[in-house]
């Protein structure tokens, strides 16, 4: 048997003896000091052990790192209100307008036909114009104006034709803002914004004038401006005119002197 089991037995014939062998008095006394020692065990170890637990809970509390704070946003929404928004009334489509075939039915939409203002116009025509007496035809230097967007030019004479662009041929429109009529006739009219019908006028050396009988000596030519809303060519416009001015043929005069004078002979 080993010592541990000695001692055990031992332990145990002890408490039998103090709960058994003892008397009546000594078995009361035993207990009453049981109960003592069992009472200040309870009252004393078991606090102890409590409060053992509790300061290392409260440890491993302090132990652990703080959480980060949260950050929080507070959105306010806007109160809902029971007014409905009135949807936009649709609007009808747009009309595409017919397109103008030409600049011709551009420019009739304009009017074409004369300011009922007439503005007054800068003219450099020539007064006269010196000729051969026996000249039946003469070039008109460049001629300018200004005073509108859009002109008539109208040249006209008695016993005269008028000739421009192609000599010797009757032209027509050059393109449809640009009107010519009258070509090689006694009342020629260009029409068309001011500047390209000047330069019109003034195309191949200039406008020339021929005599329909005779020769040109003597006679006069007119030539007016009228200011338009768009190009038209038609004659009766010509005489809307309030800017005009005359040109006449002058004959250079041709003098036949006599000298008479000693002729020596060797």
Sequence with gaps: MSALDRIIDSAKERVDYILHGQSRRAKLISRVAFLAFAALFLSTIIPTMAQDAQSN???????????????????????ETSTATPLPSASP??????????????????????????????????AS?????????????????????????????????????????????????????GDLSSL?????????ALALLNSMGGLSAYSSVSAIAGKTLSISFVAMGAPDISPEFCASSQNSAQLTFRALGLEVTKGVGTVKLK
Aim: glycine share 4%; proline share 11%.
């Design 188 to 196: 020629l009219r260009i029409s068309g914004k001011s500047s390209d």
């Design 57 to 79: 809970t409260q440890q491993e509390v302090l132990e652990q790192p703080p959480l980060p704070a949260q950050e929080t946003t507070t959105a306010e929404l806007p109160p």
């Design 93 to 126: 489509d747009p009309t595409m307008e017919a397109l103008p075939n030409s600049i011709e039915d551009s420019t009739t939409a304009i009017a074409a036909e004369p300011l009922v203002d007439q503005p007054r116009y800068k003219l450099r025509v020539p």
């Design 129 to 181: 114009l010196n000729v051969d007496p026996r000249a039946v035809m003469r070039t008109i230097p460049a001629i300018s104006a200004s005073g509108s967007e859009f002109s008539l030019i109208c040249v006209s004479g008695n016993g005269l034709r008028f000739d421009v662009a192609t000599r010797r041929a009757p032209d027509s429109a050059a393109n449809d803002s640009l009107l010519l009529g």
